[in-house]
């Protein structure tokens, strides 16, 4: 079974700071991984995924997570936030021999940037 | 931009009505599923569909629950008879067979 874990359930930071939101899985399986974000009542976005290749994933926004395999971890980061990025972010995961598995998400964790 | 699109945005229901909860997923996509977020909690996965039969369920997904894709565009999600602890927001999505993307949501508040 897979299990996901955001070390953070809220990350306050300043405009034109730099932001690191952490997240860390187990699973006895490779896996896929994802970052959604869920702005103030709307749905979920896709924010970034890692399938394979690179473990460096570029994704909307200005926002990119590394996939660290022997750390089990997935952090998303972005070296300038703005104000608009004020939004909860869930870090999820699948089984890796399918994509069209469910997703298993963490509690999430809310960024509030201030002016 | 095709996006899967849900209805009701809101739902108020008494305890032990039936409610049924609408979505309409990408087009062309072939995988389907429904979560839930119960408030300040995180989300949760119920059930996903495909071919027409339920590919997996959750320990949630019990005997209440029920999903059809009725006409080869909606797919819907039924439940028999709310309980107060169904409160909760109801994602459905769908799948390219690489990503998942969700609807909006339908709240569903019980009474």
């Known amino acids: 079974a897979q299990s996901v874990t955001q070390l953070d359930s809220q990350v306050p930071v300043f405009e034109e700071a730099p932001v690191e939101l952490r997240c860390n899985y187990s699973?006895?399986?490779?896996?896929?991984l994802f970052w959604y974000v869920q702005y103030p009542n709307q749905g979920l976005q896709l924010l970034l995924k890692?399938?394979?290749?690179?473990?460096l994933v570029k994704g909307i926004n200005g926002f990119e997570a590394e996939f660290n395999k022997s750390q089990t971890s997935f952090h998303l980061r972005k070296p300038s936030v703005h104000i608009s990025d004020t939004a909860e972010y869930f870090c999820?995961?699948?089984?890796?021999?399918?994509?069209?598995?469910?997703?298993?998400f963490g509690q999430g964790t809310t960024l509030q940037v201030k002016p | 931009e095709p996006e899967v699109t849900q209805t009701p945005s809101h739902q108020v229901t008494q305890m032990g009505q039936e409610v049924i909860l609408r979505c309409v997923p990408i087009?062309?996509?072939?995988?389907f599923y429904w979560y839930r977020q119960i408030l300040g909690q995180k989300v949760e996965f119920l059930v996903s569909f495909y071919n027409n039969e339920i590919s997996e369920k959750s320990e949630i997904f019990d005997d209440q629950f029920s999903v059809e894709r009725p006409d080869g565009s909606n797919f819907t999600l039924k439940i028999r008879s709310t309980k107060l602890e169904d409160s909760a927001m109801y994602f459905c999505a769908s799948s390219d067979e690489e990503t998942q993307y969700f609807g909006p949501g339908t709240r569903l508040l019980v009474l």
């Open positions: 890692y399938l394979s290749g690179s473990t």
């Open positions: 699973s006895s399986v490779s896996v896929y």
């Open positions: 999820a995961v699948t089984r890796g021999s399918s994509n069209t598995g469910k997703l298993i």
């Open positions: 087009s062309n996509h072939l995988y």
